[in-house]
């Protein structure tokens, strides 16, 4: 596989990361924060426990790590994104 098809993947992956996200987000409006971040930790447990190294502990631990850390840094990089397109939409002359 080349790195623009690996490339185009990515982009693919995300833009139908997103879809599912805003399909997701219509379940969780209106609850109040806690059981949202319950929610949404269970899915993470879920995702992470999924990725398994067959019979190494340590190097499955090592990758759910990896994997949590990727996450988390995706995470801070989408909230940054939706900060600033909500900022955006409630600042003098946006859409409010």
Not at 13 to 30: P, S
């Amino acid at each position: 596989m080349n790195s623009t098809s690996g490339q185009d993947q990515a982009d693919a992956d995300r833009i139908a990361g997103l879809k599912l996200a805003r399909r997701l987000r219509r379940l969780l409006h209106n609850h109040r924060p806690q059981p949202v971040a319950v929610a949404l930790a269970d899915c993470l447990a879920v995702w992470l426990a999924g990725h398994i190294v067959p019979g190494n502990q340590k190097a499955t631990a090592e990758l759910r790590g990896i994997l949590f850390r990727d996450w988390t840094t995706l995470a801070l990089q989408l909230a940054a994104e939706e900060a600033a397109q909500m900022e955006a939409r409630i600042a003098p002359g946006g859409e409010a």
